[in-house]
């Protein structure tokens, strides 16, 4: 046998590793409990991948030659264990192959870790960069350079990052970095402070092995604001080459690509992304007027482009800004960003105006695809496609992109709740109604979460339920969310509550004299009520007003009395649309 396949190796395919000294089966880090039968069996199949191991072998090798048992039997139920902890099928194998009346083979490509690299980082986390300016007002500042960093160490494919979003929790906490580690599933930990004064920023960072608690690299930087891009593409290098990490030429690149910044253009763009994390109605707002002014500073910014793209995408699609000035800017952003530099950031930004100004799926979904493509571990993009898919009605490909998004950003609520939203579009209310349970987990006053649940127990009939998670929504998000407020109408509709109902739609008519108000949302509630030309009168609005929610009609279950009806088919018709049936 190879040196490489002895008894201390660590082999690893897909998303597994056999550690044979620690006789564990481990799966992106986390330990798979496996029978010592399974588990010799595997080894054995690792030990030759791609060649055929016999049963008499398997048999010879696993049990003694005095021990008095149904070999088959054994052998048959010591594969299918170990098939079932590997996610594997015998009708379509991607590692354990059977060859019948023959035996087994190992069918996956393997990795045998060397020593040196079983001790090489492989995964790491950056924890927020703690703000030494003695001003909260500048904490939007060291959030900014946190995130920064976290985006040009992901930009190497070497390793692992753990997302801001995840990171993003530990502000602030003070707890032993090993545990943090774990938490995370991360090898490494980069932690360190940031102080701004005046025209200049001092950046401290340090790297720590979590696994040993070992200090591996420690550096002070002091720089001119103007050159704070170039400073954070440093930072990386220096981390990379110290843990010996292979960096590609094109990565190189990438990392080197930094300019100079005007230092208000810069200090606008934070401010932006400060508002962005937020999401809310007034915060996407704000961040847009800071995109800007970035990009009146800086008319070749890139990044503020694209930031000014992801605001007024999201602030059409929520109905917070009417289409022109929500989803057709994003658009005119994003295409202006990518003739600034290409990015997947950008690309997906594109995507998702495309699809909700332009309501052209197949274009949408090639954005998106190139934007995975460009950086596979950006989960927003993954979240995107994913949504693109849910609305083609091509539910399994769009929930394996959703569970990615969801594996990259796991505490992110917004990619949750879309996995929900997606759910609902195929009715799968169960499927749903348990998502929302792991995002309402991580923050039960999430006022989305509450809203997608309302929808699911609405789908499932469970009206009454339905209503007063509705109604928790509506409360959190302070009436703003016209989304939450048309649901709520529905629910009161399908309810029987017509007076209820009506009241609603009134109120969404009166808030459309001083706002725009997505014509679809109005059209739901006629729905329910049965009043069916209301409806289409209300949906025809919708197309001439180019609403972000007319691409969702041939999905949206709110809209399942009128399948049955010309008219509505014949809408379906003037979309941009793949295949207007689901």
Not at 378 to 407: D, N
Not at 566 to 578: A, E, G, V
Request: glycine share 6%.
């Amino acid at each position: 046998m190879e040196e490489s396949r002895s008894s201390h190796a660590v082999v690893r395919f897909a998303c597994f590793e056999l550690d044979q000294q620690a006789g564990e089966l481990r799966k992106e880090g986390e330990c798979i409990r496996l029978q010592d039968q399974p588990f010799q069996i595997l080894r054995i199949l690792l030990e030759r991948p791609g060649e055929i191991i016999t049963r008499d072998e398997l048999r010879h090798k696993i049990w003694p030659a005095d021990t008095f048992v149904d070999f088959d039997h054994g052998i048959n139920n010591a594969i299918k264990r170990l098939r079932e902890a590997l996610g594997d099928t015998a009708e379509t194998p991607r590692y354990i192959e059977t060859l019948p009346r023959r035996g087994y083979r190992f069918v996956g490509k393997t990795e045998v870790a060397t020593p040196a690299a079983l001790n090489r980082i492989q995964s790491l986390a950056v924890l927020p960069l703690e703000n030494l300016s003695r001003d909260a007002d500048q904490e939007f500042f060291a959030d900014g350079m946190t995130e920064a960093l976290i985006t040009n160490l992901a930009k190497i494919s070497a390793w692992h990052v753990v997302s801001r979003t995840s990171a993003m929790h530990y502000k602030g906490v003070h707890r032993p970095l090993r545990e943090i580690a774990r938490e995370l599933q991360v090898d490494g930990i980069v932690e360190g402070t940031v102080m701004r004064a005046g025209p200049r920023v001092r950046i401290s960072a340090q790297l720590i092995d979590a696994r040993f608690d070992a200090h591996l690299w420690a550096e002070t930087y002091d720089r001119d604001l103007r050159d704070v891009l170039e400073l954070q593409s440093e930072v990386a290098r220096s981390i990379a080459r110290e843990v010996q990490v292979k960096v590609s030429p094109e990565e190189r690149i990438e990392l080197d690509r930094a300019r100079s910044i005007d230092p208000e253009a810069y200090e606008a763009y934070l401010k932006g992304r400060h508002h962005w994390n937020k999401r809310t109605s007034g915060d996407l707002n704000k961040a847009i007027d800071y995109f800007q002014h970035a990009i009146e500073k800086e008319p070749n910014y890139a990044a503020a482009h694209t930031g000014l793209a992801d605001c007024a995408g999201r602030a059409g699609f929520w109905s917070f800004a009417s289409p022109t000035e929500g989803c057709g800017k994003a658009k005119s952003a994003a295409l202006k960003s990518l003739k600034i530099e290409e990015t997947a950031e950008a690309r997906t930004s594109l995507g998702w105006a495309i699809m909700h100004y332009d309501w052209d799926l197949c274009s949408a979904e090639r954005e998106f695809q190139l934007a995975v493509q460009e950086n596979p571990l950006y989960a927003t993009a993954h979240q995107s496609y994913g949504h693109c898919l849910g609305v083609m009605g091509r539910f399994e490909e769009a929930f394996a992109e959703l569970k990615h998004a969801i594996q990259l950003e796991p505490l992110s609520l917004i990619i949750g709740t879309s996995y929900a939203g997606i759910s609902w579009l195929g009715r799968r209310w169960d499927q749903a109604i348990e998502q929302t349970e792991k995002t309402l987990d991580l923050d039960p006053n999430f006022a989305a979460g509450l809203w997608g649940r309302a929808r699911c127990y609405i789908g499932k009939g469970m009206v009454d339920t339905a209503i007063t998670y509705a109604q928790e929504a509506v409360k959190l998000s302070f009436g703003t969310q016209l989304f939450f407020i048309a649901d709520l109408g529905y629910a009161y509709a399908r309810a029987g509550r017509t007076g209820d109902a009506e009241q609603i739609l009134h109120q969404l008519q009166e808030l459309g004299r001083r706002r725009y108000v997505d014509s679809c949302l109005i059209a739901q509630i006629y729905v329910a009520l049965g009043e069916v030309d209301e409806a289409f009168r209300w949906l025809e609005r919708a197309f001439q007003e180019r609403a972000a929610w007319v691409v969702y009609l041939a999905t949206d279950p709110w809209f399942d009395p009128l399948r049955s009806d010309r008219r509505f088919d014949q809408l379906l018709q003037r979309l941009n649309y793949p295949s207007h049936r689901i």
